[in-house]
């Protein structure tokens, strides 16, 4: 009996260091597996709190300096108005007759008054120099021109010159990349137009980190429209750095062939399209969202007077013509200058700029002088 409760005692024995080595064992693993996961949990919750004060930290827009700014594109001027008067000289006296009809001044037409941008907002503080075309096509533009490296070495070299040109103004590379393209055939649906694959934009995407620049995702509807191309792109614009460009010119609602005559927007479609931006712009708490609008005769934008900036969109109409010098200028003082919404933009072409006897590309220098002085400039 002593013997079987002695080979208990020592069962008990062994039974109870089995237990508590099995208990340090397990304390020990799960007291080191539970703390990483932990951590890992608060890691997510402090990214979190920081993303939140990156957002907190954008400081207010600074409406001295913006208005400084637009005064400064506005490139009006000083006009003083003064009233002069005919004088009449006497061996004796000077006197002062009836004073001639003060000078006229005409007021400008800008810095147009608009609602003042969110916080965060690129233009006017910032020019933007872009690269435009499709990778898939040469023809269309220097980003399917060029290899990627002489292409973004170009990019930066042209960036380089305006700033030279304007050194007040800091100058953005951006990567403008033709998403939905206009088309020759008719294609499944009927709509004459190519929406571009993912990986297109991706690409796009990539070049643009590489010089630490803006995407802008241009699109050409051709007998498609707007409400049913943009919402497609929604997930890339909901980036922070990418941005929008819309061409009336393939805007084909006559139904006539892209590329037959030009096509138009009306104000309508511009507004859809900035209301579409700042939907984004207000959920995803973004900073202000860039729309350029393409145009270089009257008829492409209709009613321009009804489109409406918003504090999360800002709009540039960009001078899109090509060809002798003279009328670049003259195009840009007829369609932008006469009918300004709220920035301007200014395209400027490798190849078509030359086709025409003594023409050529304008320089930075040249293109300040305008009135108001672009703050978008494309090549292409």
Do not use: C
């Not at 750095?241 to 037959?260: A, N, R």
């Amino acid at each position: 009996m002593n013997k079987f409760f002695k080979q208990f005692s020592k069962l008990r024995l062994v039974s109870l260091f089995l237990f508590t080595t099995l208990v340090v064992v397990v304390t020990f693993y799960f007291g080191n597996i539970f703390p990483i996961k932990y951590d890992q949990a608060n890691d997510v919750l402090e990214k979190k709190e920081e993303k939140k004060e990156i957002v907190k930290k954008i400081p207010p827009l600074d409406t001295a300096l913006y208005d400084l700014k637009m005064n400064e594109l506005a490139n009006n001027p000083v006009i003083v108005a003064v009233e002069n008067t005919i004088k009449t000289t006497t061996p004796a006296t000077t006197t002062n007759q009836a004073p001639v009809k003060p000078v006229e001044v005409k007021p400008n037409l800008w810095p147009v008054k608009t609602v003042y941008p969110n916080a965060g907002a690129i233009l006017p503080f910032s020019r933007i120099v872009a690269y435009y075309g499709n990778f898939y096509s040469k023809k269309m533009g220097a980003l399917g021109e060029y290899p990627e490296d002489e292409m973004l070495a170009k990019l930066t070299a042209e960036a380089k010159k305006w700033e030279e040109a304007d050194p007040n103004t800091k100058v953005i590379p951006a990567i403008h990349y033709i998403t939905v393209t206009a088309q020759g055939s008719a294609g499944a649906d009927g709509k004459y137009r190519l929406r571009m694959p993912d990986s297109q934009i991706d690409k796009a995407l990539a070049m643009a980190k590489k010089v630490n620049g803006l995407v802008f995702l241009d699109v050409q509807v051709a007998l498609s429209d707007l409400q049913s191309e943009l919402p497609p792109l929604e997930k890339y614009l909901k980036m922070p750095e990418v941005h929008l460009g819309i061409d009336p010119e393939f805007s084909m609602k006559t139904g006539k062939k892209p590329g037959s005559v030009i096509g138009t927007f009306d104000a309508v479609d511009i507004n859809y399209a900035a209301e579409f931006l700042a939907r984004i712009v207000k959920e995803n708490n973004l900073t202000p969202k860039i729309l350029i609008v393409h145009r270089f005769t009257a008829p492409m934008v209709t009613n321009y007077k009804n489109i409406k900036p918003l504090p999360e969109v800002q709009i540039v109409m960009d001078m899109d013509g090509w060809g002798i010098q003279a009328r670049k200028l003259n195009t840009y003082k007829e369609v932008i200058y006469k009918q300004p919404v709220q920035f301007t933009g200014f395209k400027l072409f490798y190849k078509n700029d030359f086709r025409e006897p003594n023409s050529r590309i304008l320089t930075p220098v040249e293109v300040l002088k305008l009135r108001p002085k672009p703050i978008y400039i494309q090549y292409q």
